[in-house]
């Protein structure tokens, strides 16, 4: 247990020390906010609401409409959120032979980022929405085969 205020400072400190953090929605609101900024903004912060039998996957940042139309969304999030579903669904499960999409999905998000090459606007880029998806969707393609 922690007061939020203490968390925030804990997270700054040691964000490797966490993991999952269960919380209500007002403190996971501001909690998610935190650990966005310190992976790299809200665009590349996916995230899970589960329950015991449900659970929704989305961008921490939501559906951010005032971004729709303008193919300036970095989509990384919306991208590994729908890997994360695909663990919950228990696509994951491991079998040395089979490569796993959530795992494919996670590793070409990764090399993406890692190129430096293809950013959005949130990352100092000036990449669209479109061709981060076509960069990860290429490195996927590669990845998998």
């Not at 040691?14 to 919380?23: M, N, S």
């Not at 403190?27 to 903004?41: C, K, N, R, V």
Request: glycine share 10%.
């Amino acid at each position: 247990y922690a007061y939020v205020d203490a968390m925030c400072q804990w997270m700054i400190r040691r964000p490797e020390k966490y993991d999952v953090v269960v919380t209500t929605n007002v403190f996971g609101d501001i909690l998610s906010e935190l650990g966005a900024a310190l992976q790299g903004g809200l665009g590349m912060a996916p995230s899970g609401n589960i329950g015991d039998f449900h659970a929704m996957f989305e961008p921490v940042h939501g559906s951010a409409p005032e971004m729709a139309g303008r193919n300036r969304a970095n989509p990384t999030a919306a991208i590994m959120s729908a890997a994360m579903m695909l663990e919950w669904l228990g696509e994951s499960r491991k079998d040395s032979k089979l490569k796993t999409a959530a795992g494919l999905i996670d590793k070409a998000v990764k090399c993406t980022v890692k190129e430096r090459r293809v950013l959005t606007y949130d990352l100092g880029g000036r990449a669209s929405t479109r061709k981060v998806g076509e960069a990860v969707a290429k490195n996927l393609v590669i990845l998998a085969s």
